[in-house]
């Protein structure tokens, strides 16, 4: 079954990131990341992290056009956590923000 969680966003500040765990791997649990949903921010990057390793680093516009509403993108993805691991995702600020962006990721969990 496929669920959903959303976290809301400091505004971002140029030349910083506003990153935020989302989601861990969990004892017994598998956990896949299926989908990324964030706002469409002019001036930023959409990123996400697992542990240490960058998985997504894309400009949030890119991919928005293409889209309806416009204003958000679904980005498909497989990322699986095991045990211990942790998913963090975020804005870079390209310019200076004026909004709290929100983004949403879409997991599935099998025991």
């Not at 928005?64 to 509403?69: C, G, K, N, Q, R």
């Not at 993805?77 to 310019?95: A, F, R, T």
């Amino acid at each position: 079954m496929l669920k959903w969680k959303s976290i809301k966003l400091d505004t971002f500040v140029q030349g910083e990131e506003e990153i935020k765990d989302v989601l861990a791997g969990m004892s017994g649990k598998n956990r896949v990341i299926k989908f990324l949903l964030a706002d469409s921010e002019t001036g930023c990057q959409v990123r996400v992290y697992r542990d240490a390793d960058q998985i997504v680093d894309i400009d949030s516009v890119m991919l928005s056009i293409a889209t309806t509403p416009a204003f958000r993108f679904t980005l498909p993805m497989d990322l699986s956590l095991s045990e211990g691991q942790l998913c963090k995702v975020g804005y870079y600020g390209l310019s200076a923000g004026a909004t709290t962006p929100d983004i949403a990721i879409g997991y599935e969990e099998a025991d």
